[in-house]
């Protein structure tokens, strides 16, 4: 089963997501090579970390890289905060009929609600975090390549002030980020 980047964690602002890029560019910490599959999908609580490389013309080249992030869940428009976007997670109702649900993993969402879907209030609903960068590593440089790479992060209001941050983290949160590495890509 493929773990998450990190675990109870918050991201507080972009130094934070940088150190993490950093950590993973370091392999310190692991990158997401592929889409998450069901059991990993039910496995997302507040606090998981993702960070994964989107899909591109180098592909090839690094062997790595998805189209794109998919958790199973359904989400309200993305708010912009800095240069984070959040998303709400929708409230799942349990009496939705399962065969309106367009994707066979919506249908067994409907079908099997996890507790984390069947939740009521607000607090207990999850937040979807993300960033992204573009990546230029030294090694990659010489050969012409530039990676896209995401923080996918996932809180609730319920648990944000219990999970840890990367100062709690020696080899991660203490370490510095080079310069010219990483770069916004809104």
Excluded at 21 to 47: M, S, W
Excluded at 74 to 81: F, H, N, Y
Aim: proline letters at 6%.
């Amino acid at each position: 089963m493929q773990q998450p980047s990190l675990q109870n964690v918050r991201i507080r602002s972009t130094r934070d997501a940088l150190h993490i890029f950093h950590a993973v560019a370091k392999n310190t910490l692991p990158l997401i090579t592929r889409r998450l599959d069901a059991e990993e999908r039910r496995a997302i609580t507040p606090g998981n970390v993702y960070v994964w490389e989107e899909r591109s013309a180098n592909s090839e080249a690094t062997g790595l890289g998805m189209e794109r992030w998919t958790d199973g869940m359904g989400w309200g428009p993305s708010r912009v905060r800095d240069e984070f976007l959040f998303y709400q997670q929708k409230e799942c109702d349990v009496n939705d009929d399962p065969g309106s649900s367009g994707t066979p993993w919506a249908q067994m969402i409907s079908m099997y609600p996890s507790s984390r879907s069947r939740a009521t209030g607000d607090s207990e609903r999850l937040i979807k975090q993300t960033y992204s960068v573009r990546v230029s590593l030294p090694d990659d440089r010489a050969r012409g390549i530039t990676r896209k790479w995401h923080l996918t992060a996932y809180f609730s209001q319920q648990k944000l002030d219990q999970l840890n941050t990367i100062d709690d983290m020696p080899g991660v949160g203490d370490v510095p980020v080079p310069d010219g590495w990483f770069r916004s890509a809104r």
